[in-house]
């Protein structure tokens, strides 16, 4: 239900209403979807350091349970908010991973995501031997850090 109202808030453009709202929840219990409504409000208003920090913190929450159908979703609205920024390589490699562990999933958000990694490797004019490299670089990330260095990349001059 409280998705729903914030949803209904965001679409309003009440983002102090979403961050009210989602912040008495986490009095109760830190959960990182109410964490990413309160990023997404930030974010909504290019407030973007708040909206990373929010974001991370999700990420951190979602990675320590396991749930990787939110780990997805919170790499995209990374990737959105730097290729945004102006990091569109960055934000590419993090859109990119959200669709890596969709698909790897078998998640329908997978369609929802897919728009995005093509149109930011367009407006790269990627190659597909560019585009195959890059998802190979992404993945060794995973391995490697969890794709914490893909983050720090997108934000870490910011």
């Known amino acids: 239900m409280t998705g729903r109202i914030s949803g209904f808030f965001t679409l309003s453009g009440l983002y102090d209403g979403v961050r009210r709202l989602n912040e008495e929840l986490l009095h109760y219990e830190e959960h990182p979807l109410p964490i990413s409504w309160i990023g997404r409000a930030y974010f909504d208003q290019s407030e973007y350091d708040e909206a990373r920090k929010k974001f991370e913190t999700a990420l951190k929450i979602v990675q320590q349970i396991g749930d990787r159908a939110g780990e997805a979703g919170t790499f995209a609205q990374l ?3 730097a290729s945004e920024r102006g990091h569109v390589e960055e934000g590419l490699r993090l859109v990119a991973l959200s669709a890596m562990i969709l698909s790897s999933i078998g998640h329908a958000r997978i369609k929802e995501v897919e728009p995005w990694v093509n149109g930011l490797a367009s407006q790269l ?3 597909q031997e560019q585009f195959d490299s890059m998802l ?4 060794e990330s995973r391995q490697r850090d969890r794709s914490w260095s893909l983050i720090e990349a997108a934000f870490g001059e910011d």
């Not at 190979?136 to 993945?139: F, I, K, L, M, P």
């Open 136 to 139: 190979r670089e992404v993945a």
């Open 125 to 127: 004019n990627y190659t």
């Open 79 to 81: 990737g959105i908010m």
